[in-house]
């Protein structure tokens, strides 16, 4: 059995929580922690059977019974408690992204390196069942030689400008998702990047120095080219799609939705819209992630996200932003040698 503290109690947090509870195995919730906790967090974790609660993370990590944490707090704080914890004894699985800085990230990876211990990013996308009959049919070649990678991601409405403002940007906080996939799909690694953007949803979030509609297209190291199209708006809900053409066919995967039912009649033939959003889309994905990292655990296997998969996603996020600034296609070796990163 697994011994689990959770770091942050916001929404991924209590979604782990809920989905650990219910559909995890060998693994239990020992402690929450949370700054911001009150009454209604507290309620929360009693209603799951958690005992322990703390506003300060810490206690966790001086807590010998528990093996692992699950990082769920901002953004900013992810890789100074992956260290941390990493330094405490714990297994970690870490939310997306482990930072928005190059060289934070580089210092999890060394730490986590030299510790021996598990360390997963949450890409919970890999772990979605439509996603993955794509990447099995394509490593089982059924679809041949890649040559073109296609993935829609839409959200049904925009974030609010104050989240905007502390994302990261598009790039890193909503396409991050997309480019773990292209390289989760292809398992290929991406070398160039191109990206055109513009504001079509809010015009708060232009001045807030973002923006909510990008394509990108990327060239990868298998030959193939890959092509993301976003937009922080879609009216008809989560729009989530993939595609993988090949020289022997293709393989694509459309929207989840609450049921398959379709009326036809007089007016039309009309379908239900796709799921909400992401916790309603990705639900069992979440519990399926941490299943795979209690599995990595208890067996002593690799975990199936590891730390330089969380890095990877943010080196091309940083070439698309630079592409749109600079209006011209970046390598990933260019954002490397920005970083002063090994090149491989």
Same mark, same amino acid.
């Given at each position: 059995?697994?011994?689990?503290?959770?770091?942050?109690?916001?929404?991924?947090?209590?979604?782990?929580?809920?989905?650990?509870?219910?559909?995890?195995?060998?693994?239990?919730?020992?402690?929450?922690?949370?700054?911001?906790?009150?009454?209604?967090?507290?309620?929360?974790?009693?209603?799951?059977?958690?005992?322990?609660?703390?506003?300060?993370?810490?206690?966790?990590?001086?807590?010998?019974?528990?093996?692992?944490?699950?990082?769920?707090?901002?953004? /900013?704080?992810? !890789?100074?408690?992956?260290?941390?914890?990493?330094?405490?004894?714990?297994?970690?699985?870490?939310?997306?992204?482990?930072?928005?800085?190059?060289?934070?990230?580089?210092?999890?990876? /060394?730490?986590?390196?030299?510790?021996?211990?598990?360390?997963?990013?949450?890409?919970?996308?890999?772990?979605?069942?439509?996603?993955?009959?794509?990447?099995?049919?394509?490593?089982?070649?059924?679809?041949?030689?890649?040559?073109?990678?296609?993935?829609?991601?839409?959200?049904?409405?925009?974030?609010?400008?104050?989240?905007?403002?502390? !994302?990261?940007?598009?790039?890193? /906080?909503?396409?991050?998702?997309?480019?773990?996939?292209?390289?989760?799909?292809?398992?290929?690694?991406?070398?160039?990047?191109?990206?055109?953007?513009?504001?079509?949803?809010?015009?708060?979030?232009?001045?807030?120095?973002?923006?909510?509609?990008?394509?990108?297209?990327?060239?990868?190291?298998?030959?193939?080219?890959?092509?993301?199209?976003?937009?922080?708006?879609?009216?008809?809900?989560?729009?989530?799609?993939?595609?993988?053409?090949?020289?022997?066919?293709?393989?694509?995967?459309?929207?989840?939705?609450?049921?398959?039912?379709?009326?036809?009649?007089?007016?039309?033939?009309?379908?239900?819209?796709?799921?909400?959003?992401?916790?309603?889309?990705?639900?069992?994905?979440?519990?399926?992630?941490?299943?795979?990292?209690?599995?990595?655990?208890?067996?002593?296997?690799?975990?199936?996200?590891?730390?330089?998969?969380?890095?990877?996603?943010?080196?091309?996020?940083?070439?698309?932003?630079?592409?749109?600034?600079?209006?011209?296609?970046?390598?990933?070796?260019?954002?490397?040698?920005?970083? !002063?990163?090994?090149?491989?």
């Amino acid at each position: 059995m697994v011994n689990i503290g959770i770091i942050g109690i916001g929404r991924i947090g209590r979604v782990h929580g809920e989905s650990i509870t219910k559909f995890v195995k060998n693994a239990k919730i020992k402690a929450v922690a949370d700054p911001f906790l009150n009454d209604n967090g507290k309620k929360w974790a009693a209603s799951l059977g958690i005992e322990n609660v703390y506003t300060d993370y810490k206690k966790i990590l001086a807590d010998a019974e528990i093996n692992a944490v699950l990082i769920c707090s901002s953004t /900013d704080t992810h !890789s100074p408690i992956s260290i941390e914890a990493i330094n405490a004894g714990k297994h970690v699985f870490c939310e997306k992204p482990i930072d928005h800085d190059v060289k934070k990230i580089r210092k999890v990876l /060394d730490t986590v390196e030299k510790s021996g211990l598990k360390y997963q990013v949450g890409f919970n996308r890999r772990f979605d069942h439509n996603f993955r009959a794509i990447k099995d049919a394509v490593e089982a070649g059924k679809i041949g030689k890649q040559q073109i990678i296609k993935i829609t991601s839409r959200d049904p409405e925009a974030p609010p400008i104050e989240y905007v403002k502390v !994302s990261g940007g598009i790039f890193l /906080d909503m396409t991050i998702h997309d480019f773990d996939m292209v390289r989760y799909l292809s398992g290929s690694e991406v070398e160039e990047v191109f990206a055109v953007g513009s504001v079509t949803v809010d015009p708060e979030i232009g001045k807030a120095g973002d923006i909510d509609t990008a394509v990108i297209t990327m060239k990868l190291a298998n030959g193939a080219t890959a092509v993301i199209d976003n937009c922080r708006q879609a009216v008809y809900g989560y729009d989530q799609r993939a595609e993988v053409f090949g020289t022997k066919g293709a393989i694509s995967i459309g929207n989840d939705s609450n049921s398959s039912a379709v009326i036809s009649n007089q007016d039309g033939v009309l379908s239900e819209k796709p799921m909400y959003f992401f916790l309603e889309r990705y639900m069992l994905a979440y519990a399926a992630e941490i299943n795979s990292f209690v599995d990595a655990i208890c067996n002593d296997t690799p975990t199936a996200v590891n730390a330089n998969d969380g890095l990877q996603p943010v080196l091309i996020g940083l070439a698309a932003k630079k592409s749109v600034e600079k209006n011209r296609p970046v390598s990933i070796a260019e954002i490397k040698k920005d970083f !002063s990163l090994v090149l491989d």
